[in-house]
């Protein structure tokens, strides 16, 4: 494209997606020309690829556009060259080194659809905090070009899923160069084939991200499939994915310079980075059991989920088959490392993926306080002489990265009673407990607007969905009859039976009740995505989906369909209580509730996942019914009965007490509770600065030195 000399780095400013959470320097794109960034998603690259010449001209003319744009660019330039960031400051140490973060998925902005739900979110959370706090993380990833999949819905509601090939030329990606300036393009032994394998550049401010692709002419037509989609195909085509994730990731990195201190394996997908980290050293003259020693020092692995379905596991043959050629001069150690990975789950041994994380990291965590205890028991068997109290797994919170999901209403507030330097510092108790001090008439004008903000979203969609077309029932069900003033209980996660989605129809004629009670009506939206294999939760989703045009509930249950980062934003911070009710143990950590606390959306949940360690009796709900926890029907009617009670005595009494001016006052005390207690403890601040000084630069200091 041709930009005026005057904004020539307008391109330069799209393509690093560090503006996408600073809203100064998205106001840029913003007011460059708002109906097109409307129409592109809020993607710069693609807008810029379609933006008229003459509005670029005017824009180079127009002095106060241009101050804008000239504060961006002194802003991007600072960041890039700070020499005084938290990282330097705290964590000498980690000066001049490198932490190479692998991950199957990263949730950065939906204009790279490389994601699908909660574990590319927590990864793209990481690597914005990393960027902001200076330290020196590198991710490795997958460029998928179809992503994952586009979500809509027949008008019997059931899901539909449609994959679209990503256009790479409108995308917020680049060829990663080789330090002799070359494209990166390495190969990969895949059974007894090679696989080439080309890397691009995301660059997430201070984050480089590199994202493999194997989709080269080179490569036989099957072979260029392999990185296609995001969890698509069958077991094969996984375990060959994740070779190329473990193996090719590490040679990618060696190739483009890089020569990480410490590997962080965020889920057990990456798990193979272990194999080619010892081959490398065995090739130098290592004993394999020195090489096993010197790589678990500097390994991390974070473990996501106690659900068995969530680690994967393969029978040996197809493990042997396709590592065949990745053996090298350690062929014969090859029984050692299938060892690595043996565990049985109760169906016969397998090559279990976590199980080899597991064995292969010095530093292993789960993702909340219950969870670590989860995961002791639920792997202790990896440890069978270890004592429990002894076992290694620590505990490490998730949090969510404040400044992509704070709204501008909210930060406009924190600004205000805060500071200006509030950002700084959102992950110090002391400064947050000053939300109390945010007069509730200012408060609720913010909840207010946001609410104000999700209705517009909701009914433009369903508008957009009648302009195309679709039957009756699908617009209806998109939340054409939601009432902006009445009380919105959200519900937007991955559809799976777990999660219970259906719990709150336990008994539909008391719902019923709730959610038409007269002066004091109720509403739910609920949103979000089965995976493409899961018929159990696209059953799930389709009850709920006939729930919406079911006359008995008056029109007060709405499906979003489409769900991605793009409406999750509208959800968690238009929604007025955030509904969450897995069957515990199962929800590990779960993030939504968080985003959602600290825009004042409070949670209401079972005592799961981060909510075990983040109730405290003020800032939420605990849904908590008594029964036979191993009687999975008794307990969840006794859940429901809680749910129900909660809303009756507590919620809804509470949201529709106003005083005479219309504020109500009990209801902000218990927003202003959320926000305090939610920011700084559940902060991806907090989180990325327990794993730098607790396994990141522990890890570095055992950083190998060949010998």
Known sequence: MDLPARISRLEELASDLWWSWNPDVRQVFRRLDYPLWRLTAHNPVRMLQEIAPDTLARAAADPAWLEQ????????????????????????????????????????????????????????????????????????????????????????????????RLNWAVAPVEPALTPGGKPC???????????????????????????????????????????????????????????????????????????????????????????????????????????????????????????AAGHDAFPFHLVETHLAGAWGDMGGHREQFLALGHYDNGGGPMFNMTALALRTAAAVNGVSQLHGEVTKHMWQPIWPDTPYEQLPVKSLTNGVHVPTWISAEIQHLFEKYLGSDWLDHHDDPAMCERVME????????????????????????????????????RVVAAGTMLDQQTLTIGFARRFTAYKRPELIFSDPDRLARILNTPNRPVQIVFAGKAHPADDVGKHHMQRIYRRALDPKFGGRIAFVEGYDLHVAHFLVQGCDVW????????????????????????????G????????????????????????????????????????????????????????????????????????PQFSARRMVKEYVRGMYLPAARSEVVTR
């Open 608 to 679: 799961d996942g981060w909510w075990a360690e983040g109730f405290t009796g003020e800032n939420g709900w605990l849904i908590e019914g008594h029964a036979d926890p191993n009687d999975q029907g008794a307990q969840d009617w006794a859940d429901a009965q809680a749910l129900y009670a909660l809303l009756e005595e507590q919620l809804v009494p509470a949201f529709y007490d106003r005083d005479h001016r219309g504020i109500p006052r009990r209801w902000l005390q218990r927003i202003k509770a959320s926000i305090r207690t939610v920011l």
């Open 69 to 164: 744009y000239d504060h961006a660019l002194a802003r991007l330039d600072a960041m890039r060259g700070a020499r005084n960031t938290w990282c330097e400051r705290e964590c000498p140490e980690l000066n001049r080194k490198t932490i190479a973060y692998f991950s199957a998925e990263f949730a950065l902005h939906q204009s790279l659809p490389i994601y699908a739900g909660g574990l590319g979110v927590l990864a793209g959370d990481h690597c914005k905090e990393a960027s902001d706090l200076g330290v020196p993380l590198v991710g490795v990833g997958f460029m998928y070009p179809q992503g994952y999949f586009h979500q809509s819905m027949s008008a019997e509601g059931w899901q539909e899923e449609m994959y679209e």
């Open 438 to 473: 945010i007069p509730d008439e200012e408060l609720w004008a913010a909840r207010d607007s946001l609410r104000a903000f999700l209705f517009n979203f909701i009914r433009e969609r369903a508008r957009q969905r009648w302009t195309e077309g679709v039957a009756a029932s």
């Open 579 to 606: 509904l969450n009710n897995p069957r515990k143990p199962l929800e590990a950590s779960g993030t939504s509730g968080m985003k959602a606390a600290i825009n004042g959306t409070p949670h209401l949940s079972i």
């Open 185 to 307: 393009v390495t190969a990969v032994p895949l059974g007894n084939r090679t696989v080439l394998v080309a890397a691009w550049r995301v660059r997430v401010g201070r984050v480089k991200l590199y994202l493999l692709d194997t989709d080269l002419e080179e490569n036989a037509p099957w072979d260029r499939e392999l990185s296609a989609r995001l969890y698509g195909g069958d077991r094969e085509t996984r375990v060959q994915q994740e070779i190329i994730l473990g193996i090719g990731g590490v040679r990618v990195l060696k190739a483009l310079g890089e020569n990480p201190s410490a590997y962080h394996l965020n889920e057990g997908h990456a798990a193979f980075v272990v194999l080619q980290r010892i081959r490398d050293l065995c090739d130098l003259g290592w004993t394999f059991d020195d090489a096993l020693v010197e790589v678990r020092r500097t390994t991390i692995f974070t473990t996501h989920t106690p659900v």
